[in-house]
């Protein structure tokens, strides 16, 4: 069992950074793939990023390559989503979520895990 907390949400202006992160319990974390999804209103939850047990292995949308990079310290059981260059299109909640194989997918129905979410704004 898993339980993931986001934080690191916030209102910005267009061009800005912000820096997700999700703290997760337990002491298997390094033996999770973890993922970014997130889901703006009236829209369906869509992947971000997606990142393997050690961190040596990312995956990312083409919306955001480039942008946003996600890693992990599996010492501190969290894993982190920089988001730079920031556009209004890029606002929802954005979830972090967890699977136990070492493979990531882009479908969120194969992750086990999900936090509550955090929410991201970003005004132009």
């Known amino acids: 069992q898993v339980q993931l907390v986001e934080s690191g949400g916030g209102l910005v202006q267009a061009g800005d950074s912000l820096r997700l992160s999700c703290a997760a319990s337990?002491?298997?974390?390094?033996?999770?793939?973890m993922a970014w999804f997130r889901q703006a209103p009236g829209k369906e939850r869509e992947f971000v990023a997606h990142?393997?047990?050690?961190?040596?292995?990312?995956y990312y949308a083409d919306s955001v390559k480039g942008r946003f990079t996600i890693s992990r310290d599996n010492a501190k059981n969290t894993v982190y989503l920089q988001m730079n260059s920031l556009k209004p299109e890029d606002t929802a909640v954005y979830y972090c979520?967890?699977?136990?194989?070492?493979?990531?997918?882009?479908?969120?129905?194969?992750?086990?895990?999900w936090g509550q979410g955090t929410q991201v704004t970003v005004s132009s």
């Open positions: 990142i393997s047990w050690s961190g040596d292995s990312t």
């Open positions: 979520t967890a699977r136990r194989p070492n493979v990531g997918t882009t479908r969120a129905g194969s992750y086990d895990y």
């Open positions: 337990g002491r298997t974390f390094s033996s999770y793939t």
